[in-house]
């Protein structure tokens, strides 16, 4: 079965300093992995996805992720945290159409 | 074009009642999906469709319904209402072979 572990629950940064979420994954076989974003009482945005081309996926507002197989993991990175990036983080695996998620990241950014 | 629509947005149920959770895509996307969060959560599936006419169970599908008979709709039933259903529902759709999937704005469901 596929599935994705966050390490971490919440994070807090200063503004103007780098942003690293961690992402383990478990899959049988080369997944699509996905990082969504939700401010609070909003809903879903997608920040990136790898679908098996370039290890190194940009996305957007700034956040890239690496896809490591012989780690498998798919941590989110930024290098200059944002105040408007404080929100909730979900790693997710998606196998055969389905999206399964991570139980999530809080990100805080102080100033 | 409007997305993945949810309505309504907000309800406050009582234990017993049942109602229906609406979810309209206007992207003629052949996967559909109900996911629920609940507070500090993840999302977890609930019923998921593949097209019109097909519906299948997710982790959670225990006290729901669904049904799948427009490759637009996709309602979601809760028949009698119970407070460990007080969650955030979220409809998202996706076309086969795609990894565009669009979320809807989300149902906050409180069952008191």
């Known amino acids: 079965a596929q599935s994705v572990t966050q390490l971490d629950s919440h994070v807090s940064v200063s503004e103007g300093t780098p942003v690293l979420l961690r992402c383990n994954y478990s899959s049988s076989y080369s997944p699509s992995l996905f990082w969504y974003v939700q401010h609070p009482n909003k809903g879903l945005q997608l920040l990136l996805k790898?679908?098996?081309?370039?290890?190194l996926v940009k996305g957007i507002n700034g956040f890239e992720a690496e896809f490591k197989k012989s780690e498998t993991s798919f941590h989110l990175t930024k290098p200059s945290a944002h105040m408007s990036d404080a929100a909730e983080y979900f790693c997710?695996?998606?196998?055969?159409?389905?999206?399964?998620f991570g139980a999530g990241t809080r990100l805080a950014v102080h100033p | 074009n409007a997305g993945v629509t949810q309505t309504p947005k907000f309800r406050i149920l009582k234990i017993g009642q049942s109602m229906t959770l609406q979810c309209t895509q206007d992207?003629?996307?052949?996967?559909m999906y109900w996911y629920r969060q609940d507070p500090g959560m993840g999302l977890k599936l609930i019923y998921y469709?593949?097209?019109?006419?097909?519906?299948d169970k997710g982790e959670v599908p225990n006290g729901y319904n669904v049904s799948r008979s427009t490759t637009e709709d996709f309602p979601l039933r809760l028949e009698l209402a119970a407070p460990s259903q007080t969650s955030v529902y979220f409809c998202?759709?996706?076309?086969?072979?795609?990894?565009?999937?669009?979320f809807g704005s989300g149902t906050r469901l409180t069952v008191v």
């Open positions: 790898y679908t098996s081309a370039a290890t």
């Open positions: 469709s593949v097209g019109a006419g097909i519906t």
């Open positions: 992207m003629n996307h052949n996967y």
């Open positions: 998202a759709s996706v076309r086969e072979g795609n990894y565009g999937y669009t």
């Open positions: 997710v695996v998606s196998p055969y159409n389905k999206l399964i």
